[in-house]
């Protein structure tokens, strides 16, 4: 069973720039592909971006791209999103997850874990 726990949430004003936290603990982590999702109020989830662990293959959603960096520190078993020029529209509950084979990266139910996610907040 691996348990996800996500910290680093908060609130940022536009353009400003804040990095969240995954720790994973439990399980083979080496072994699992880490997403990043959102969810908006009102709004479906939607797929931030992805890190694999064992060839560090990363890919993003149209959103964050060009903003939005996954990096993971595999010794730490945590996985980072850094998140830059923020706008109020990335304003949503960030959760991370973990999957064993995700089929499709992009789809939240290919996952088998997710954490309990943190707000982010982009206001002026």
């Known amino acids: 069973q691996v348990q996800l726990a996500e910290s680093g949430g908060g609130t940022a004003q536009p353009g400003g720039s804040l990095r969240l936290s995954c720790a994973a603990s439990?399980?083979?982590?080496?072994?699992?592909?880490m997403g990043w999702f959102r969810q908006a109020p009102g709004k479906e989830r939607e797929f931030v971006g992805v890190?694999?662990?064992?060839?560090?293959?990363?890919e993003y959603g149209d959103s964050a791209k060009g903003r939005f960096t996954i990096s993971r520190v595999n010794a730490k078993n945590t996985v980072y999103l850094q998140m830059n020029s923020l706008k109020p529209e990335d304003t949503a509950v960030y959760l991370c997850?973990?999957?064993?084979?995700?089929?499709?990266?992009?789809?939240?139910?290919?996952?088998?874990?997710w954490g309990q996610g943190t707000q982010v907040t982009v206001s002026s």
């Open positions: 997850a973990a999957g064993r084979d995700p089929t499709d990266y992009r789809d939240g139910r290919a996952y088998d874990y």
């Open positions: 439990g399980g083979t982590i080496s072994r699992y592909v």
């Open positions: 890190i694999t662990w064992r060839t560090s293959f990363k």
